[in-house]
């Protein structure tokens, strides 16, 4: 299967790692939408929140843990951030492998669509 951030977590494709556990690789986004943004996946490749079920969303919860662990490392805890995760083609979703923006360092749009 040809999926980007299965690349990314095997290091065929560089990336700038913030965290890694067995289940869950953490990233700087490329292309940066404030001055927080990371981007933490699931290892085993999920192509969106339509694949979640019962036996795999357990890593969800892990995410949101390491999602909190990362904004207090990363200064914003405190401030405030955002964690998204976009699904199908009406949200943006652009990479098909399931993964949860953590946003945060400025004063962030308040627009829910
Ligand atoms: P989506 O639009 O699917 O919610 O988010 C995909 C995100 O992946 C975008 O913010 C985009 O900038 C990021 N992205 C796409 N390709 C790469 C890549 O090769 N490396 C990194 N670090 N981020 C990527
Ligand atoms: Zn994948």
């Known amino acids: 299967m040809d999926c980007i951030f299965c690349s990314i977590i095997k290091g065929s494709i560089p990336s700038q790692k913030v965290y ?11 292309n940066p939408m404030a001055p927080v943004h990371v981007l933490i996946v699931p290892k085993k490749h999920i192509a969106s929140i339509n694949e979640v079920n019962a036996d795999n969303s357990g890593v969800i919860a892990h995410i949101y ?4 662990k990362l904004a ?39 627009e829910m669509c």
């Open 20 to 30: 890694e556990d067995e289940a869950v690789y953490a990233f700087k986004d490329i």
């Open 65 to 68: 843990e390491v999602a909190a």
């Open 72 to 110: 207090a490392e990363l200064g914003v805890a405190e401030s405030g951030y955002r964690v998204v995760s976009n699904c199908g083609a009406d949200a943006g979703q652009t990479v098909f492998h399931l993964h949860f923006h953590l946003l945060g360092g400025k004063a962030l749009r308040t």
